[in-house]
T-cell receptor
Framework: AQKVTQAQTEISVVEKEDVTLDCVYETRDTTYYLFWYKQPPSGELVFLIR??????QNEISGRYSWNFQKSTSSFNFTITASQVVDSAVYFCALPENAGNMLTFGGGTRLMVKP | DVKVTQSSRYLVKRTGEKVFLECVQD?????MFWYRQDPGLGLRLIYFSYDVKMKEKGDIPEGYSVSREKKERFSLILESASTNQTSMYLC????????????????FGAGSRLTVL
């Protein structure tokens, strides 16, 4: 079975600091995808990124970047120059059942203080 | 935009009551899911459905049942609510089988926070 571990349960930073959220996974699949979702206080999970294991290049989208390292089974998420609006719970997830459903990590609550 | 709507944001029920949580999606998605969210445990899958009248158990189906009579609607039923079912319940949907696309993106509703007294 797939397993996703987010060791950081809660992180608190001051606005404009950089912050990295860790994600470590276990899978028997040779090719797979990884996801990150954001859950703001409103409750609705919002899709951030889906990444294929074939592609280990870092992904950057504005202040967000993702570092995928297959050798260490990690898919870490960095927010540069954090803002109060980044405060949320962030989930890393790994598909199973041929990609039709997701296994989620425990989530990391990020609090960005002004 | 894909919209997943959960009928109740907050519910308070008593032990032993029957509870219905309703979820409706408006984008003709084949797949629908019910997850339960608890602090530190992340999201755990209760049940999912690939088609009308079709259901499969997830990781924690005990104490729950589901119903999918129409493609757009997926209901979660607690036959006899217990205090350990106090939680946040999240409904999600996705389109078709993942197949060659590799993995489906799930779209979530805003959640239903259930308190069982």
């Amino acid at each position: 079975a797939q397993k996703v571990t987010q060791a950081q349960t809660e992180i608190s930073v001051v606005e404009k600091e950089d912050v990295t959220l860790d994600c470590v996974y276990e899978t028997r699949d040779t090719t797979y995808y990884l996801f990150w979702y954001k859950q703001p206080p409103s409750g609705e999970l919002v899709f951030l990124i889906r990444r294929n294991s074939f592609d280990e290049q870092n992904e950057i989208s504005g202040r967000y970047s993702w570092n995928f390292q297959k050798s260490t089974s990690s898919f870490n998420f960095t927010i540069t120059a954090s803002q109060v609006v980044d405060s949320a719970v962030y989930f890393c997830a790994l598909p199973e059942n041929a990609g039709n459903m997701l296994t989620f990590g425990g989530g990391t609550r990020l609090m960005v203080k002004p | 935009d894909v919209k997943v709507t959960q009928s109740s944001r907050y519910l308070v029920k008593r032990t032993g009551e029957k509870v219905f949580l309703e979820c409706v999606q408006d984008m003709d998605h084949e797949n629908m899911f019910w997850y339960r969210q608890d602090p530190g445990l992340g999201l755990r899958l209760i049940y999912f459905s690939y088609d009308v009248k079709m259901k499969e158990k997830g990781d924690i189906p005990e104490g729950y049942s589901v119903s999918r009579e129409k493609k757009e609607r997926f209901s979660l039923i607690l036959e006899s609510a217990s205090t350990n079912q106090t939680s946040m319940y999240l409904c999600a949907s996705s389109s078709g089988l993942a197949g060659i696309s590799g993995a489906n993106v799930l779209t979530f509703g805003a959640g239903s926070r259930l308190t069982v007294l």
